[in-house]
């Protein structure tokens, strides 16, 4: 059975008009397992997104992909967010996010749940951030294409129509509740087990989906990455997803990077993103390095999702709650002592 995953992403018009809404759908289409993961077991499929007009205004800079706020009851906790949105902007100096992602926890919250959450993140996010990413990603055709609805009008139209032929009429079915969104590609091979080439799903593809905007690359193979940006089109927007490894990807020509760690890193980040602009090279890499010493650091001791959250709240002070399960709660002590090891690396924000 397939599941497909969409990705909304909300665009804040600047200057003084009044922010109006504009979307950006992602999409990939997958295999269930019985845990609902996406896992595939070496099953291969191809990762696609959709993207809105919006995509006028290049994807750029740094976007947090949030953790889903809950009371400890593990209810969603909607009066977190405007907090959650304040943290980072003010502290982290990140003005996009991707909300409702895996980060999120998506698959673990009920469609009710996500449209309720998607729309207080944007709501909350009004005036604030430049954009909002909303992940629709379902086990489901039927409840990916109920929440696309919340977004936008429902037409016909006739973009997939050669090669990937299966992958496209599953996505077809998509762009029926999201018609004039344009396309990009996710690509997240160890996620979802597929291991095509990104590059090879771009080339041509401008011409089957005129309105293609770009790539979500979260993969680690850095001359497939470095293919991508080489064919990339003026308008598209290439975006990196390994937060370890982001300099090689700038260096490469990435536009712009989505991760669950811009979440509290995101003002080191933006730092590592301003010297390698400046051409300070040496300046990049030691907070590169620094990046990859405390991720190194928590990846020895187990790294999930449960943990990142916990890091998060001990980092920020939000008051996110716990996972929920099947992500099990990160033991205290465990997350204290990769705060602190953050603590030794970073200065204060
Ligand atoms: C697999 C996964 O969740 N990747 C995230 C985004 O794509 C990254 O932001 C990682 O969490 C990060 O690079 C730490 O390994
Ligand atoms: C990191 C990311 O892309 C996600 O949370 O889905």
């Given at each position: 059975m397939g599941y497909l995953k969409v990705h909304l992403v909300t665009q804040k018009v600047k200057q003084h008009a009044p922010p109006t809404l504009s979307y950006v759908a992602f999409c990939e289409l997958g295999k269930i397992t019985s845990t609902g993961s996406s896992q595939t077991h070496g099953q291969t499929f191809v990762?696609?997104?959709?993207?809105?007009?919006a995509a006028e205004r290049k994807l750029t800079g740094l976007v947090a992909a949030t953790f889903t706020p809950l009371t400890t009851q593990g209810?969603?906790?909607?009066?977190?967010?405007?907090?959650?949105?304040?943290?980072?902007?003010?502290?982290?100096?990140?003005?996009?996010?991707f909300v409702n992602g895996t980060t999120g926890e998506s698959m673990s919250f009920s469609v009710a749940e996500r449209k309720i959450l998607a729309e207080e993140w944007c709501q909350k996010?009004?005036?604030?951030?430049?954009?909002?990413?909303?992940?629709?990603?379902?086990?489901?055709?039927?409840?990916?294409?109920?929440?696309?609805m919340i977004f936008t009008h429902c037409h016909c139209n006739d973009l997939f129509t050669s090669r990937y032929c299966s992958y496209?009429?599953?996505?077809?079915?998509?762009?029926?509740?999201?018609?004039?969104?344009?396309?990009?590609?996710?690509?997240?091979?160890?996620?979802?087990?597929?291991?095509?080439?990104?590059?090879?799903?771009?080339?041509?593809?401008?011409?089957?989906?005129?309105?293609?905007?770009?790539?979500?690359?979260?993969?680690?193979?850095?001359?497939?990455?470095?293919?991508?940006?080489s064919y990339s089109q003026p308008r598209w927007s290439v975006l990196y997803g390994v937060d370890e490894q982001l300099l090689a990807a700038l260096a490469l020509g990435a536009h712009g990077a989505v991760g669950s760690t811009y979440n509290y890193m995101g003002c080191h980040v933006n730092e590592l993103i301003s010297a390698f602009d400046k051409g300070d090279i040496v300046q990049a890499r030691r907070i590169q390095f620094k990046m990859?010493?405390?991720?190194?650091?928590?990846?020895?001791?187990?790294?999930?999702?449960?943990?990142?959250?916990?890091?998060?709240?001990?980092?920020?002070?939000l008051n996110l709650g716990p996972p929920r399960l099947p992500v099990m709660p990160c033991p205290h002590e465990q997350c204290l002592c990769i705060a602190q090891k953050y603590h030794s690396i970073f200065p204060e924000c």
């Open positions: 990762v696609m997104s959709l993207m809105a007009p209810e969603i906790n909607l009066k977190e967010i405007g907090r959650y949105i304040d943290y980072l902007t003010e502290k982290q100096g990140v003005n996009n996010i996010a009004k005036g604030k951030m430049d954009q909002v990413i909303v992940h629709v990603g379902c086990m489901n055709l039927k409840d990916s294409q109920e929440l696309v496209q009429m599953f996505l077809h079915e998509v762009a029926l509740a999201a018609p004039t969104l344009p396309f990009y590609y996710y690509h997240i091979p160890a996620v979802t087990g597929v291991n095509v080439l990104a590059s090879d799903v771009l080339e041509g593809i401008e011409e089957l989906i005129p309105s293609f905007s770009g790539v979500k690359f979260s993969g680690v193979d850095l001359m497939d990455l470095g293919q991508c940006v990859q010493e405390l991720l190194s650091y928590a990846q020895k001791r187990g790294f999930d999702v449960g943990v990142n959250k916990q890091l998060m709240i001990e980092l920020s002070g």
